[in-house]
């Protein structure tokens, strides 16, 4: 697995959300809960992006349709959602935040 | 105690006057605290309501529950979320009561509005109940008709193909809103009274010291129960099932003699309190055994200090002292000013129809219960805990419900206390049988207690009053606009 650098820890202080482009896919990093999460930023019900809902007690809810994903493992929460989103591994190296997506090439947004 | 029938011949005191024999009351347990109670603490308000059977037609008949939608649940004011459930604007809350639903939507700061939760095109809910987050707009999953947070229109998919449609008029219906101590509370009826009139003005008083816009919810757990919702309310309103339904407890509760109150059609209250011996237990157990049985709801919030009794202190008095110093310690905040009773006893507080809440220390608690509306038999619980704010101010997020299944101990939620937990397994397991028993019983009618069963009493005419009403069916047409 190849752990890409994204952001600083400083820069996703606890109850943030930051994305990032990984190898084309956007990601969201989202510290909730006391701990880091990587996941899809993009809802598996109507593909609305995920960066301005509400995030909380280790869930997001899509701004939209208001369908709800639990950060750690990707699964809906309820309706209209049915499907998961992609969850991907996290760590902390030297004060960045790595992430694991296929490929290698970073931009923050 | 068992009372002996001549007992209850020799009484000759005036329906409802008569009173735990032989015990202190409430307010004499409270009178010798070392830090005084406040007023609201010290007043009794009770009022005898009559000594006729309940007829139980309410709790077995399906057709009573539909009656109920349409009359009582369509006009009274009801819980929704509290306040740090919609922390930021955009942010909302789904609340259902039997087929209703809203979105109680924080729309700017002191702006919180609940919308009927459905597409006013062809009807679709506009978000799932039982859920939460933050909108960006309120758009249906079916054609994508889109509402902006403070409820207008924000768009209709393919306006060309509706000429016939002002948009103006397109806005979300609203039910009112209205907030107390944190609490949001809703009420679909356009003509209902307001929410302080609806509560009365000496209660209204109480809460106002309670400051329980102060306190978040770091414990909520939820549970369908096997009865009809009145019953389980009942369940909840006396401390005169005590000694039988939590035998453990009543070494460390004056049950017997428990204080009751009335408020009005909306409000009651008793108060029960602890760290003192059970009437019906006199002369069996000592200050030490009291002090060893004291059961707590927020027990984790004491850790394990050792309880030992100083020669000529009361049981009740060691562990106020303990409870002030440990509570401040773990939800760091100050209690110098809480009165022991405070601190100790158990206040519970009913809003008509469904909602309790218990101001004290050591029970900071909250009851919701709700319908099934597909089931006359069956009802969901809600217990939430609360606790102060911390010091700092920094309000933390509050508890995701923990919903626990049909045949799960309440001891089983992470983070409940066990011996509370216990309790409240003791106090539900009942609820099935009553439920069966009402059904095959050939005695139509609840025999009440004048005193310890007056919240029962005064629940049920309020439930009679709202049943002799006519049908009220929200109607957009009928609503005032904004």
């Not at chain 1, 990984?22 to 999460?37: E, M, P, Q």
């Not at chain 2, 830090?35 to 000594?51: I, T």
């Not at chain 2, 459905?118 to 933050?134: D, F, I, N, P, V």
């Not at chain 2, 609820?431 to 919240?455: D, I, P």
Request: glycine share 6%; charged share 25%; with cysteine.
């Amino acid at each position: 697995m190849q752990f890409a650098r994204v952001l600083r820890i400083s820069e996703v202080p606890p109850g943030d959300k930051k994305v990032v482009e990984v190898n084309g896919a956007s990601v969201l990093i989202c510290n909730s809960n006391d701990r880091l999460y990587a996941v899809s930023n993009i809802c598996s019900h109507a593909q609305e992006r995920l960066e301005c809902g509400r995030m909380s007690r280790g869930w997001i809810a899509c701004p939209v349709h208001g369908a709800r994903f639990d950060l750690a493992t990707g699964r809906a929460m309820n309706p209209p959602a049915k499907e998961p989103i992609a969850t991907y591994e996290v760590r902390v190296v030297e004060d960045w935040i790595e992430v694991a997506v296929a490929g290698q090439r970073v931009s923050a947004s | 105690m068992a009372v002996e029938v001549k007992d209850l011949k020799d009484t000759k005191k005036a329906k409802g006057e008569a009173r735990c024999p032989d015990a202190p009351t409430t307010q004499e347990i409270i009178a010798a605290d070392k830090v005084c109670a406040p007023k609201w603490v010290r007043s009794e308000s009770y009022q005898f309501l009559g000594d006729e059977d309940i007829p139980t037609d309410r709790y077995i008949e399906p057709s009573y529950a539909k009656e109920e939608l349409d009359r009582l649940w369509t006009r009274t004011w009801q819980f929704a979320c509290r306040e740090e459930n919609i922390p930021q604007i955009g942010d909302y809350h789904v609340y259902d009561i039997g087929p209703y639903s809203f979105i109680i939507t924080r729309v700017g700061a002191n702006d919180v509005r609940a919308y009927y939760n459905a597409c006013l095109h062809r009807g679709t809910k506009l978000r799932a109940s039982g859920t939460e987050g933050r909108a960006s707009e309120f758009q249906c999953s079916f054609h994508g008709w889109s509402w902006n947070i403070d409820g207008s229109n924000k768009a209709i998919v393919c306006p060309w193909d509706f000429p016939h449609v002002d948009r103006k008029k397109m806005a979300l219906p609203e039910a009112r809103v209205e907030i107390l101590g944190g609490f949001v509370f809703i009420n679909m009826d356009p003509d209902a009274p307001s929410l302080a009139d609806y509560l009365g003005r000496e209660f209204k008083g109480h809460v106002d010291a309670w400051k329980l816009e102060d306190r978040y919810v770091y414990l909520h757990v939820a549970k369908k129960l096997p009865c009809n919702w009145k019953l389980a309310i009942e369940a909840f309103l006396e401390a005169y099932h005590v000694i039988k339904t939590h035998p453990q407890v009543a070494v460390s509760n004056g049950d017997a003699n428990s204080q009751y109150d009335v408020y009005g059609e909306h409000v009651d209250r008793f108060i029960s309190t602890l760290g003192v011996l059970s009437p019906h237990l006199y002369g069996k157990h000592t200050e030490e055994d009291i002090l060893n049985q004291f059961t707590l709801g927020d027990s984790g919030a004491l850790g394990d200090s050792k309880r030992t009794l100083s020669q000529g202190n009361t049981a009740r008095q060691v562990m106020a002292d303990m409870f002030r110093g440990m509570f401040e310690k773990a939800t760091n905040t100050d209690l110098s000013a809480v009165s022991d009773s405070e601190l100790l006893d158990c206040f519970s507080y009913t809003i008509f129809p469904n909602f309790f809440i218990f101001p004290g220390i050591s029970l900071p608690m909250a009851y919701r219960f709700r319908p099934d509306p597909r089931d006359h038999r069956k009802c969901l619980y809600e217990v939430m805990f609360l606790r102060p704010v911390p010091k700092d101010g920094k309000r933390p997020e509050p508890a995701e419900p923990i919903y626990l299944g049909d045949n799960q101990s309440f001891k089983e939620a992470a983070g409940m206390d066990p011996g509370f937990g216990a309790i409240l397994d003791q106090d539900t397991d009942n609820l099935f049988l009553q439920q069966e028993g009402l059904e095959a019983s050939a005695k139509r009618g609840l025999t009440l207690g004048n005193y310890q069963e007056v919240r029962v009493r005064h629940f049920e005419k309020a439930v009679d009053k709202y049943l002799a009403m006519g049908p009220k069916k929200p109607d957009r047409d009928k609503l005032p606009s904004r």
